[in-house]
């Protein structure tokens, strides 16, 4: 992996594991303080039509899924594992999957736009470390287009 898309990585896990992680506890701690809706947790009418009461769950899973998962990556990719491209594209995907459905019941916000390019960037990042961007202009130039 080039050194640029391995400290780019590292840079960009670690802070979406940190800031999820972050954003998991403020919603846990949210849920269990009176009058604390639109200071620390979004209003609970966005809970409507989900299986959630409160936001004590979808702040655990974000830490514990979504924050876990890429902070495994960025020690995976800082250490140069083997397992590292495979545990980005789990964060990856993860958190492209959390915003999708996150988007079904909250109202669009920017920061679920920059997450979401995060994620994408994440996997980008990754397909450019296998080679597999280089490789489709490779074939692409071989077969002349085609």
Same mark, same amino acid.
Do not use: K, N
């Given at each position: ?6 400290? !780019?990585?590292?840079? $960009?896990?670690?802070? /979406? ?7 998991? #506890? +403020?919603? @846990? *701690? %949210? ?24 936001? !004590?769950?979808?702040? $655990?899973?974000?830490? /514990? ?7 495994? #990556? +960025?020690? @995976? *990719? %800082? ?41 994408? #960037? ?25």
């Amino acid at each position: 992996m080039r050194r640029w898309i391995r400290v !780019a990585l590292t840079a $960009l896990t670690a802070t /979406i594991g940190l800031t999820a992680v972050a954003g998991g #506890a +403020a919603l @846990l *701690v %949210g849920s269990f303080a009176q009058g604390a809706s639109g200071a620390i947790v979004p209003d609970r009418s966005f809970l409507g039509g989900t299986p959630f009461a409160s936001y !004590a769950a979808p702040g $655990l899973l974000l830490a /514990i899924v979504v924050g876990g998962t890429h902070i495994v #990556a +960025a020690v @995976l *990719v %800082g250490r140069r594992s083997a397992a590292a491209p495979a545990a980005v594209a789990v964060a990856g995907f993860g958190l492209l999957i959390w915003i999708f459905v996150q988007m079904m019941f909250i109202p669009f916000s920017l920061l679920q736009a920059l997450y979401f390019a995060a994620g994408l #960037a994440e996997l980008g990042l990754i397909m450019l470390a296998l080679g597999l961007v280089a490789q489709a202009r490779t074939v692409a130039r071989a077969t002349g287009g085609r």
